[in-house]
T-cell receptor, first 114, second 114 residues
Protein backbone atom coordinates (compact mmCIF):
# COMPACT_ATOMS: atom_id res chain seq x y z
CA UNK A 1 0.00 0.00 0.00
CA UNK A 2 0.92 3.66 -0.01
CA UNK A 3 0.35 4.37 3.68
CA UNK A 4 2.81 5.22 6.38
CA UNK A 5 1.58 3.28 9.39
CA UNK A 6 1.82 4.18 13.05
CA UNK A 7 -0.01 3.02 16.13
CA UNK A 8 -2.45 5.70 17.23
CA UNK A 9 -1.88 5.78 20.99
CA UNK A 10 0.93 5.21 23.48
CA UNK A 11 0.84 5.75 27.21
CA UNK A 12 3.96 5.73 29.40
CA UNK A 13 4.89 6.71 32.93
CA UNK A 14 7.06 9.75 33.53
CA UNK A 15 10.71 8.76 33.63
CA UNK A 16 10.24 5.65 31.48
CA UNK A 17 11.34 5.35 27.86
CA UNK A 18 8.83 5.76 25.03
CA UNK A 19 9.18 3.94 21.75
CA UNK A 20 7.05 5.05 18.82
CA UNK A 21 7.09 2.81 15.77
CA UNK A 22 6.41 3.48 12.12
CA UNK A 23 6.45 1.48 8.92
CA UNK A 24 6.85 3.19 5.59
CA UNK A 25 6.41 1.98 2.06
CA UNK A 26 8.75 3.64 -0.41
CA UNK A 27 12.09 1.82 -0.43
CA UNK A 28 13.59 4.70 -2.41
CA UNK A 29 12.85 7.24 0.31
CA UNK A 30 16.13 8.87 1.21
CA UNK A 31 15.01 10.90 4.21
CA UNK A 32 12.64 10.05 7.02
CA UNK A 33 11.40 12.42 9.68
CA UNK A 34 9.79 12.66 13.05
CA UNK A 35 7.58 15.65 13.75
CA UNK A 36 5.92 16.60 17.03
CA UNK A 37 2.63 18.44 17.38
CA UNK A 38 1.65 19.90 20.72
CA UNK A 39 -1.96 20.98 21.30
CA UNK A 40 -2.82 24.09 19.29
CA UNK A 41 0.62 24.22 17.72
CA UNK A 42 2.10 23.42 14.35
CA UNK A 43 4.38 20.58 13.37
CA UNK A 44 7.80 20.82 14.96
CA UNK A 45 10.62 18.93 13.29
CA UNK A 46 12.25 16.73 15.92
CA UNK A 47 14.79 14.87 13.88
CA UNK A 48 15.48 13.28 10.53
CA UNK A 49 17.52 10.33 9.39
CA UNK A 50 19.16 9.66 6.08
CA UNK A 51 18.50 6.24 4.60
CA UNK A 52 22.16 5.14 4.70
CA UNK A 53 22.12 5.42 8.49
CA UNK A 54 20.91 2.80 10.95
CA UNK A 55 20.73 5.02 13.99
CA UNK A 56 20.81 8.63 14.96
CA UNK A 57 20.96 9.98 18.49
CA UNK A 58 20.19 13.51 19.61
CA UNK A 59 20.09 14.05 23.37
CA UNK A 60 17.07 12.08 24.66
CA UNK A 61 15.98 11.05 21.17
CA UNK A 62 17.19 7.94 19.36
CA UNK A 63 16.01 7.08 15.87
CA UNK A 64 16.46 3.56 14.56
CA UNK A 65 16.03 2.67 10.91
CA UNK A 66 15.62 -0.84 9.55
CA UNK A 67 15.65 -0.33 5.82
CA UNK A 68 15.09 -3.97 5.01
CA UNK A 69 11.82 -4.04 6.94
CA UNK A 70 11.01 -0.36 6.18
CA UNK A 71 10.68 0.23 9.90
CA UNK A 72 11.47 3.45 11.72
CA UNK A 73 11.31 4.03 15.44
CA UNK A 74 11.69 6.97 17.79
CA UNK A 75 12.84 6.34 21.34
CA UNK A 76 12.46 9.08 23.92
CA UNK A 77 14.53 8.46 27.03
CA UNK A 78 13.40 9.68 30.45
CA UNK A 79 10.00 10.73 29.12
CA UNK A 80 8.63 13.91 30.67
CA UNK A 81 5.10 15.31 30.86
CA UNK A 82 6.18 17.95 28.34
CA UNK A 83 6.70 15.17 25.81
CA UNK A 84 2.94 14.58 25.70
CA UNK A 85 2.01 15.33 22.10
CA UNK A 86 1.23 13.72 18.77
CA UNK A 87 4.26 12.34 16.95
CA UNK A 88 4.21 12.00 13.17
CA UNK A 89 6.45 9.83 11.09
CA UNK A 90 6.99 11.07 7.52
CA UNK A 91 8.88 9.88 4.48
CA UNK A 92 10.16 12.04 1.66
CA UNK A 93 9.03 10.86 -1.75
CA UNK A 94 10.01 12.05 -5.18
CA UNK A 95 6.80 13.25 -6.79
CA UNK A 96 8.32 13.00 -10.25
CA UNK A 97 7.47 16.63 -10.91
CA UNK A 98 10.83 18.02 -9.88
CA UNK A 99 9.51 18.12 -6.35
CA UNK A 100 9.43 16.07 -3.19
CA UNK A 101 6.42 15.39 -1.03
CA UNK A 102 6.21 14.31 2.58
CA UNK A 103 3.93 11.37 3.23
CA UNK A 104 2.80 11.29 6.83
CA UNK A 105 1.44 8.66 9.13
CA UNK A 106 -1.72 9.42 11.10
CA UNK A 107 0.30 10.25 14.18
CA UNK A 108 0.84 8.58 17.55
CA UNK A 109 -0.64 10.35 20.54
CA UNK A 110 1.79 9.99 23.43
CA UNK A 111 0.34 10.44 26.89
CA UNK A 112 2.75 10.70 29.79
CA UNK A 113 1.39 9.73 33.18
CA UNK A 114 2.94 11.66 36.09
CA UNK B 1 14.14 34.54 12.99
CA UNK B 2 10.37 34.68 12.72
CA UNK B 3 8.76 31.35 11.94
CA UNK B 4 6.12 30.47 9.39
CA UNK B 5 3.01 32.50 10.10
CA UNK B 6 -0.47 31.49 9.09
CA UNK B 7 -3.75 33.33 9.49
CA UNK B 8 -6.42 33.15 10.38
CA UNK B 9 -5.80 30.49 13.01
CA UNK B 10 -9.47 29.49 12.83
CA UNK B 11 -12.20 30.09 10.29
CA UNK B 12 -15.81 28.97 10.36
CA UNK B 13 -17.75 29.51 7.15
CA UNK B 14 -20.92 28.26 5.60
CA UNK B 15 -21.00 25.85 2.73
CA UNK B 16 -20.80 27.73 -0.54
CA UNK B 17 -18.84 30.67 0.86
CA UNK B 18 -15.30 31.62 -0.01
CA UNK B 19 -12.34 31.54 2.34
CA UNK B 20 -8.77 32.71 1.81
CA UNK B 21 -5.94 31.39 3.93
CA UNK B 22 -2.64 33.18 4.11
CA UNK B 23 0.87 31.96 4.79
CA UNK B 24 3.99 34.02 5.39
CA UNK B 25 7.06 31.81 5.07
CA UNK B 26 10.39 32.38 6.71
CA UNK B 27 12.10 35.26 4.95
CA UNK B 28 14.41 34.03 2.22
CA UNK B 29 12.83 30.59 1.92
CA UNK B 30 12.14 30.03 -1.76
CA UNK B 31 10.20 26.81 -1.19
CA UNK B 32 6.69 26.99 0.21
CA UNK B 33 4.34 24.06 0.71
CA UNK B 34 0.69 23.60 1.59
CA UNK B 35 -0.54 20.49 3.39
CA UNK B 36 -3.85 19.70 5.01
CA UNK B 37 -5.22 17.26 7.53
CA UNK B 38 -8.81 16.27 7.20
CA UNK B 39 -10.27 14.97 10.47
CA UNK B 40 -9.07 11.48 11.32
CA UNK B 41 -6.88 11.18 8.26
CA UNK B 42 -3.26 11.70 7.38
CA UNK B 43 -1.64 15.02 6.65
CA UNK B 44 -1.67 15.26 2.87
CA UNK B 45 0.40 17.27 0.42
CA UNK B 46 -1.44 19.92 -1.59
CA UNK B 47 1.19 21.85 -3.52
CA UNK B 48 4.71 23.21 -3.66
CA UNK B 49 5.91 26.63 -4.79
CA UNK B 50 9.44 27.54 -5.75
CA UNK B 51 9.48 31.29 -5.51
CA UNK B 52 6.33 32.36 -7.36
CA UNK B 53 6.07 29.25 -9.55
CA UNK B 54 3.98 26.18 -8.83
CA UNK B 55 6.48 23.34 -8.90
CA UNK B 56 4.00 20.60 -8.06
CA UNK B 57 0.26 20.96 -7.55
CA UNK B 58 -0.60 17.29 -7.85
CA UNK B 59 -2.18 17.22 -4.40
CA UNK B 60 -4.78 19.92 -5.03
CA UNK B 61 -8.13 18.15 -4.64
CA UNK B 62 -10.12 19.99 -7.30
CA UNK B 63 -10.53 23.32 -9.06
CA UNK B 64 -12.29 24.89 -6.10
CA UNK B 65 -8.83 25.37 -4.62
CA UNK B 66 -6.59 28.14 -5.92
CA UNK B 67 -3.14 28.88 -4.56
CA UNK B 68 -1.04 31.89 -5.39
CA UNK B 69 2.32 33.26 -4.40
CA UNK B 70 2.65 36.59 -6.10
CA UNK B 71 6.14 38.03 -5.86
CA UNK B 72 7.45 34.86 -4.31
CA UNK B 73 6.81 35.99 -0.76
CA UNK B 74 3.57 35.16 1.04
CA UNK B 75 1.06 32.69 -0.34
CA UNK B 76 -2.71 32.48 -0.30
CA UNK B 77 -4.94 29.46 -0.63
CA UNK B 78 -8.50 30.24 -1.65
CA UNK B 79 -11.36 27.79 -1.44
CA UNK B 80 -14.35 28.78 -3.54
CA UNK B 81 -17.03 27.60 -3.02
CA UNK B 82 -16.27 25.74 0.20
CA UNK B 83 -17.79 22.31 0.78
CA UNK B 84 -18.24 20.37 4.02
CA UNK B 85 -15.43 17.96 3.15
CA UNK B 86 -12.96 20.87 2.99
CA UNK B 87 -13.02 21.11 6.79
CA UNK B 88 -9.68 20.37 8.35
CA UNK B 89 -6.39 21.93 9.33
CA UNK B 90 -4.37 23.57 6.58
CA UNK B 91 -0.63 23.73 7.19
CA UNK B 92 1.91 25.82 5.41
CA UNK B 93 5.63 25.07 5.49
CA UNK B 94 8.76 26.56 4.03
CA UNK B 95 12.35 25.54 3.42
CA UNK B 96 15.42 27.25 1.99
CA UNK B 97 16.27 24.43 -0.39
CA UNK B 98 14.37 21.32 -1.31
CA UNK B 99 13.83 20.61 2.34
CA UNK B 100 15.75 17.38 2.70
CA UNK B 101 16.64 18.33 6.25
CA UNK B 102 12.99 19.04 7.02
CA UNK B 103 10.53 21.88 6.67
CA UNK B 104 9.43 24.55 9.12
CA UNK B 105 5.69 24.37 9.54
CA UNK B 106 3.26 27.04 10.63
CA UNK B 107 0.65 26.49 13.33
CA UNK B 108 -2.04 25.83 10.77
CA UNK B 109 -5.45 27.24 9.97
CA UNK B 110 -8.39 25.23 11.26
CA UNK B 111 -11.16 25.53 8.70
CA UNK B 112 -14.67 24.46 9.59
CA UNK B 113 -17.33 24.45 6.89
CA UNK B 114 -20.89 24.22 8.25
Amino acid sequence: GEDVEQSLFLSVREGDSSVINCTYTDSSSTYLYWYKQEPGAGLQLLTYIFSNMDMKQDQRLTVLLNKKDKHLSLRIADTQTGDSAIYFCAERRDSGAGSYQLTFGKGTKLSVIP
Amino acid sequence: EAGVTQFPSHSVIEKGQTVTLRCDPISGHDNLYWYRRVMGKEIKFLLHFVKESKQDESGMPNNRFLAERTGGTYSTLKVQPAELEDSGVYFCASSPGQGKYGYTFGSGTRLTVV
